[in-house]
Structures are given as structure tokens and as C-alpha cells.
């Protein structure tokens, strides 16, 4: 399709050049559409009207003449050449926090594939974050080996996102979540505990000082995402020892000073995860919910010039939202919120949650006025899954972002040409973290497609939440009906899980039946295991371990797959320990398989009054009980 613009559209024609490859139209001086964009600022959105070849773009932002091209170019492929639409932004920054420091670190062509279809869903803004993945001056070992973006990829991504009108906001620690630099010795006059930062420390603050403008450099932004979330642990490390006892609030009042020091310095807007100052308001001081209030000694004492974001990703209830908001509202300035889209410590996006969580918590965001909306996509433990099966997600936040309610047919036909993804096999790849035993709709953190796959069927840790289900026949049917969405859609990401539900088809219970076959003294169940079952296992692994390799190496950098490999690898080898262990039994080397003698207990009691089976935020807590790293000191 040809298509011709004139009008207001210098501001975004680099954009417009950029989006022709992808939404299957091309520039020309005369097209068959001719388009005309005109720019108003006394509009908070857009309006699309095009008939009989001819249309207007009237827009506010650039933003908002991407997400109306699109419109109009998914009408059109619709066949229909008559379009009229009004749109008003509900919020001033709307857009996805990627999570570039779990190991993926996205190549830059990955990122621009993102920013492009962020542009035609109409987003404005996107956050990195970044804990140690960019490099600072005078620390060789900030981000080594981890896939670090040097100034000038950033730079570059910064001028790619430019002409979409997509801010790009730089998200660091500044205080906590620093595990991966303070781990290395160069970082030891730094470091407080395993992840905090050294406070009252010259040497801190020249860090902290250098990081900061690092970060900001490469961006047009003014804003920086300070961090500061989850420091329970601030002050009790080699703080301790050095400086004895002080109040965790009084420490953090500090450094946020000296913080929002530096940021004034480099005339920043610093916006940072309000949550250490509501646990600290809470009655426990390790949790909060919509009861806490904010006290007057912590709202008075806090810096005015702050933004206050309010993360939650698991909450249906809207009270719980309203209520929040309108506590960090106390501190003068007008909160942020951050939900969610699950694709973290599992193989699977979890809608179920995230959208139950989601719109109760945008629909509190419209009525409390909260201004700057973004979804994080966290990454925790390695980042197995795919950060894009994320899209009907941002497909979501975008459509709440021009409409004050949403209809989810219309979220779902905008997805589709938005991201060119069918929504419907997105959401079915919820079924990946659902086999029996989870409730239907489930809200609950369950993650079986993670723990099955690296629990080892020897020690059988989660043997016991499945072993009255029929998990293996669900995964082999899930197969299949994956398989069918992978032959139907250009979407290039079914692979890894169609593959993972084959695994699952016969390993995911085999635990069960090895502990079954043993205690029955089987035999002949032994040998069939251990001579077809086990080796077949292992093929299933090793085509999967191939695809998802294909997949990282194809979407990201290099750096952290080594990290899959190993785990990879380490189930290969103890599914092939498994085999002499039983040939051993069977032969008569040894009297008995002591792993099998061992009770099965449930690795999460409290799972069966549960709608879930269970969950496990880490790795080495699947796959062993046994020590895998040994640090006795926090620090």
C-alpha cells in the first residue's frame, strides 16, 4: 500500500520511515492514501478521520500520531476505507519497564523491534533497568562479563526511540540489588552486605555520583529511576560492625538526601519504589498492605522533589490501590504506579494475574489522577522466559491508556495487528504454569512448568504436589495445541514451549513412578524406565535445550546463557545418573537406591490449601536441598 503525508509531520517522519517494513506500507509522493498530519497541543490525544482515500491525524504528541496511524492502517487491512476516531490520553507516561539485568541483556535490534511496535500501540516511555548492565567510568568491573551497553548503544537506542516520541528513562540501584558488582573483591570498600551499599562512605557517594551520570548521559530524558526497593538489609553488614546500630528510616533519609543531591547536580528528576518507606510505616516492618499509614515523622522528613512510584502486582482489589496512592500522595507530589505482566521464574506468562491485578489497578490510577503508568516485565532467576510473550500485555496497558474503560475484544483485534501475534496463543501459554491441580483462573504464583522441568527425579522435591495428578497427559495434549498455534503464526517464539511441554509429557510425573516402581520392587517398571523412558527423557531435553538457545542467542546477547546451559547441562547429567543408579539396583551393585528409600514430603506444606501446586522463586532450590554455594556472613 502506498501512502503519502504531508501536513505536520516533520517531527515524526523518521518514525514513519521506520515502520514501513513492519506494517506493510510504503512512502510515496503520491500515494493511494494521502494522509495529513496536524499537530494541536490544546488536545490531549488524537482524532482519525479518513474517507474515500483521504485522512487527518490531528495529534498532541508524537505518540499519539503513531498510535492513529496505526488505526488507520489496521482498518484498512480490515477493508475498511472509512474511519473516524476520538481519543483522549488518560495519563501523561504510559510504557514497559524492561529488565535488562537478570542475565538477558536484549540486543539493540531487539530493543528497536520493541520500540517500533510500542510506537503503534501509542506508548510514550519505556524504562531500563539496569543494576550494573551499563558502564561507569573507573570500574572495570561494573557489568563485567554481563552484556553491559556501553554509552554509545545507548545512546543509539535513545535516538531509535526519539523518533517514535518514546522517552527512554535509565532504572538503577542506587542503594540495594547490587549483588552482581559487590560480589567481585574490586567492590569490597563498597559494599555493606551481599547487596547493599556502604553508607557514610565517601568512597559510596563518589561511586553513587559517577553511576549516576553514567546512566543519564546517553539520554535525552531528565529523569532517572533511583531504585532503593527491597534494603531491608541496609545497615546490618559490615555497617554494623564499623558504626554499630542505627534506625533503618534514619539512614534512609540520609541517603536519599545525598542522593537527590547528585541528581539536582545534574539537573535530574528522580523517581524512586516507594515500598522500603511503607514497610517501614507497617506494623511488621517487612510488609503492608492498605491499613498502613504513613506516618508524619517519615512524610515530613522526606524530599519534596522525589516521585514516589507505588509497584504492586498481585492485588485485584481496587480499594487496596485507591488507598496506597492516596498515602504517598502526603509526600507533595504525585505518585507513579508500576503493575505487572508474570513472565518472571517461570517458562510462562501468567495473565491470569496480571490482568486481574492490572485493571482494577489503572482504573484507580485514572481516579486518583496518577500521571506516569509503566509495566515492569521482570526477569528473576535467569530469565527463562521470553520477554515477549509479554505484548498482549502492553497491548492492555496501551488501550487503558486512551480509554477510560476497555473492552477486551477490541485489546485483543488491536494486538493482533499491533504486535502481529495472535493474543488468544499468548493466553493459552498460560496453561503452561496450569496442569491439574491448579484452580481454574488461577491468581496465585504457581510456577510447575519452572520446577517440573529442573526438579531432579531422584529427589522428587515436588514429587508430592502432583503425585494424584495427571500432569503428563495434560503437558502431551498442551503439546499439541501449542504445536498448532506454532504452525498458524509468523510469531517466531512457540518453539521453547512446545518443546518444554514435551519434556513435561513424560518427565513432569516420572518422579512419581520411579519412587512407585522401587517401592513396589518392580523390576521390570525399573528397567523400562531406566532403558526407554529415562533416554527418551533425555532426547526431549536436549531438543529443547537446543531451541531455547536458538531463541536467547536470536533475541539477545550472548552474555547469561551460559547460565541455562549449566542448568541444562546438569539436568542432563543427573537424568543420566539416574539410569546407572537403577542399572546399579538392578544388577545388584548396590542393595538399594538410598535417594528412593527417602520420604517424599511437600516442598511448600501449606500448598494443599492452596489453588496452586506451589512455587519456587529459585533454581537451586528445584533442582537440590544440598549446598550449592556456601556464604555464612551477609557481607
Not at 523518521?14 to 494521502?34: R, W
Request: proline share 3%.
Amino acid at each position: 500500500m502506498n501512502i503519502s503525508f504531508k501536513g505536520d509531520v516533520e517531527l515524526v517522519h523518521a518514525g514513519i520511515t521506520e515502520l514501513q517494513d513492519a506494517y506493510g506500507f510504503t512512502l510515496a509522493d503520491k500515494g493511494e492514501i494521502v494522509l495529513t498530519g496536524k499537530q494541536n497541543d490544546q488536545i490531549k490525544g488524537l482524532t482519525v478521520e479518513l474517507e474515500e482515500g483521504a485522512g487527518t491525524i490531528t495529534y498532541q504528541q508524537p505518540c499519539h500520531f503513531f498510535r492513529a496511524l496505526g488505526l488507520i492502517l489496521e482498518s484498512l487491512e480490515k477493508g475498511d476505507r472509512q474511519v473516524n476516531i476520538q481519543e483522549t490520553m488518560q495519563f501523561s507516561s504510559i510504557g514497559p519497564m524492561f529488565d535488562l539485568s537478570r542475565n538477558m541483556t536484549m540486543k539493540l535490534s531487539t530493543l528497536k523491534d520493541f520500540i517500533r511496535k510500542l510506537a503503534i500501540m501509542g506508548h510514550n516511555a519505556a524504562m531500563l533497568y539496569m543494576e550494573d548492565t551499563y558502564e561507569v567510568e573507573g570500574e572495570p568491573y561494573f557489568g563485567y562479563m554481563r552484556g553491559r551497553y556501553s554509552e554509545q548503544e545507548l545512546r543509539e537506542l535513545d535516538d531509535y526511540a526519539n523518533q517514535f516520541g518514546i522517552e527512554l528513562i535509565p532504572c538503577i540501584q542506587t542503594l540495594a540489588h547490587l549483588e552482581e558488582f559487590l560480589k567481585w573483591d574490586a567492590a569490597y570498600k563498597y559494599k555493606d552486605t551481599r547487596g547493599a551499599l556502604l553508607l557514610e562512605s565517601d568512597a559510596t557517594y563518589d561511586l553513587l555520583d559517577r553511576m549516576i551520570y553514567a546512566a543519564t548521559k546517553p539520554f535525552r530524558s531528565n529523569r532517572i529511576h533511583i531504585g532503593m526497593d527491597e534494603a531491608e538489609e541496609v545497615g546490618r553488614g559490615r555497617f554494623l560492625n564499623m558504626h554499630g546500630y542505627k534506625d533503618r528510616f534514619d539512614l534512609m533519609k540520609v541517603h536519599l538526601d545525598k542522593i537527590v543531591e547528585i541528581t539536582d547536580k545534574y539537573n535530574l528528576h528522580a523517581v524512586m519504589w516507594s515500598d522500603m518507606f511503607l514497610k517501614l510505616a507497617s506494623t511488621t516492618g517487612d510488609s503492608y498492605d492498605k491499613t498502613t499509614d504513613l506516618p508524619d515523622y517519615i512524610v515530613n522528613q522526606l524530599p519534596e522533589n522525589v516521585q514516589y512510584m507505588y509497584w504492586q502486582y498481585a492485588q485485584v482489589d481496587q480499594e487496596h490501590y485507591e488507598r496506597m496512592l492516596q498515602q504517598l500522595k502526603r509526600f507533595g507530589s504525585t505518585p507513579a504506579f508500576a503493575g505487572g505482566v508474570w513472565v518472571w521464574n517461570t517458562f510462562a506468562p501468567n495473565y491470569q494475574i496480571s490482568l486481574a491485578a492490572s485493571e482494577p489497578a489503572l482504573t484507580a490510577c485514572k481516579q486518583e489522577g496518577i500521571e506516569d503508568v509503566f509495566v515492569t516485565l521482570w526477569g528473576d532467576d535467569g530469565f527463562e522466559n521470553n520477554v515477549y510473550n509479554a505484548l498482549y500485555g502492553l497491548q492492555f496497558y496501551a488501550e487503558h491508556a486512551y480509554h477510560r474503560e476497555i473492552d477486551t475484544n477490541h485489546v485483543k483485534k488491536r494486538a493482533l495487528f499491533c504486535t502481529g501475534v495472535d493474543p488468544d496463543a499468548l493466553l493459552a501459554l498460560n496453561k503452561m504454569d496450569q496442569p491439574p491441580g491448579v484452580e481454574e483462573g488461577n491468581l496465585r504464583q504457581t510456577n510447575p512448568s519452572k520446577f517440573l522441568l529442573w526438579q531432579d527425579v531422584l529427589l522428587g522435591l515436588f514429587d508430592k504436589h502432583i503425585e494424584k495428578y495427571d500432569v503428563g497427559t495434560f503437558y502431551e495434549r498442551l503439546a499439541e495445541e501449542i504445536h498448532q498455534y506454532n504452525q498458524q503464526t509468523p510469531y517466531r517464539f512457540f518453539d521453547v514451549p512446545e518443546k518444554l511441554c514435551h519434556v513435561l509429557a513424560k518427565k513432569a510425573k516420572l518422579g512419581v513412578e520411579l519412587k512407585s516402581a522401587y517401592d513396589a520392587a518392580d523390576k521390570e517398571k525399573l528397567q523400562h524406565i531406566s532403558q526407554q523412558v529415562i533416554p527418551e527423557v533425555i532426547e526431549r531435553v536436549r531438543a529443547l535445550q537446543s531451541a531455547h538457545r536458538n531463541q536467547w542467542l536470536s533475541l539477545n546477547k550472548p552474555f547469561g546463557w551460559e547460565v541455562l546451559d549449566i542448568r541444562y547441562g546438569g539436568l542432563l547429567q543427573r537424568l543420566d545418573t539416574a539410569c546407572r543408579r537403577i542399572d546399579d539396583f538392578l544388577q545388584g551393585n548396590i542393595e538399594a537406591i538410598d535417594e528412593l528409600e527417602q520420604e517424599r514430603l511437600y516442598f511448600s506444606p501449606a500448598v494443599e490449601e492452596s489453588s496452586g501446586l506451589g512455587w519456587s522463586s529459585y533454581y537451586y532450590r528445584m533442582a537440590s536441598p544440598n549446598v550449592f554455594f556456601h556464604v555464612l556472613p551477609i557481607y
